[in-house]
């Protein structure tokens, strides 16, 4: 901690020295001044943490030096010192921005204690203050981040649609038929777009909760549909991992009230995870079922377990349950988060535990109802 700076100001000057000599066997660095004029003086060019001063002085007494203290040392602990205190001096004293003041004749201890007091205020007055600013300066990254991420996923989208769409004129043979090696390239570039845009809408989707913009499209979903979609896209997409999506079972015609946009998402988040933290040759589970009024999807890898050091934080945004710069699977860290978010959105719920034997299954329950049945608001 550093040493606090005390001014004393007293026209005692037996006084004043043993105050000054006390002080400085306590630790503190001391200066001295003999009325208010010569105390002003040192304030203008020096800072001082502490000012204890005699209240009844010749010339500016020391309700007039408290006055300009105050407006020179704004954050200074002031104490005076009186031997002819009244109710009056004392309410103008602490009115005027005085800590405190003492009744002279008076013991060293008391002295000491009340300016122990008063420095421990100060201490916690700066802190305060030191993370307002900090909360600020975090308020305010966290808008240009926020801004930021808006501004380049909005530039994005529309480059990626232009992409989407001379792919499909591709691959439908609107300029003729494609050769093998010609239509495998293509079908390449179709994937990388498709993974491309799922981290834009992840992004989206992002700066939409921080910003509480989330909006809800209320529509009737067929969730069999969106899960047996979103197995066989990210299948396609991954096939250089040989993994196997396995459905165990499927909810054969159930329907939900859910945004089918962030449902797609969802799904695709927690499936894509399934499969870039599994193990080449390893299968993915897909379970569905419905009971209660509520759907329930679990999806299982059969390899890649959360390290349980990491799972408790998995949920957090730009976070992997593999955070080192060697790992194998990339990504922002925002698919979970993203998850959790349209989950509760839904008035979901949403888990992860291990899976036997080296595995990690990810349970989804939706009401069927969508969020009005579950109480949420969307």
């Known amino acids: 901690m ?13 006084l004043r020295s043993s105050l000054c000599q006390a002080f400085r066997m306590e ?11 010569e105390a002003l003086g040192l304030i203008q060019g020096a800072t001082f943490d502490v000012l204890l001063s005699d ?37 103008r004293a602490l009115k005027g921005g005085a800590y405190d003041y003492i009744l002279k004749p008076f013991k060293l ?40 991420l808006s501004a380049i996923t909005h530039e994005f989208r529309t480059p990626l649609t232009i992409i989407y769409g001379w792919m499909d004129l591709l691959l439908t043979g609107q300029f003729g038929d494609l050769a093998g090696g010609t239509r495998e390239g293509v079908e390449a570039i179709g994937h990388s777009a498709r993974r491309l845009g799922r981290v834009i809408a992840n992004l989206l989707a992002y700066v939409e909760v ?16 969106i899960l047996r979609t979103t197995a066989t896209q990210l299948a396609a997409e991954y096939a250089e991992k040989r993994v196997r999506v396995e459905f165990l079972r499927e909810v054969q ?25 599994n193990r080449a040759g390893e299968r993915i589970l897909l379970d569905a079922w419905a009971a209660d009024g509520a759907a329930t999807v679990s999806i299982t890898n059969t390899y890649g377990r959360i390290p349980p050091e990491r799972l408790s934080r998995v949920f957090e945004p730009f976070t992997q349950g593999d955070m080192t710069l060697t790992r194998a699977a990339g990504g922002l860290g925002l698919g979970l988060s993203v998850a959790r978010a349209i989950v509760e959105a839904h008035g979901g719920s949403i888990a992860l535990c ?17 969020p009005a049945a579950a109480g949420g608001s969307g």
């Open 27 to 37: 630790g503190y660095e001391v200066t001295g001044a003999a009325d208010a004029q």
């Open 55 to 91: 209240l009844m002085m010749p010339g500016l007494d020391g309700l007039s030096l408290l006055e300009k203290a105050r407006v020179l040392l704004p954050e200074a602990v002031i104490i005076l010192m009186t031997g002819q205190a009244t109710v009056e001096s004392a309410i």
């Open 109 to 148: 201890e008391e002295v000491f204690h009340v300016m122990g007091r008063g420095l421990e205020q100060q201490r916690l007055r700066r802190e305060n203050l030191a993370l307002a600013e900090i909360n600020r300066r975090l308020t305010e990254i966290d808008q240009i981040k926020s801004d930021l």
């Open 210 to 225: 921080e910003r509480q913009e989330a909006a809800f499209q209320d529509q009737v979903v067929d969730l069999g549909e």
């Open 253 to 277: 015609g159930a329907s939900l009230r859910a945004d089918p946009e962030k449902l797609a998402l969802l799904f695709g988040n927690l499936v894509e995870n399934a499969i870039k933290f």
């Open 2 to 14: 550093d040493v606090a700076r005390l001014l004393i100001v007293d026209d005692e000057e037996n």
């Open 354 to 370: 291990p899976a036997e034997p080296q595995g990690t299954t990810v349970t989804v329950t939706l009401p069927l109802g969508g």
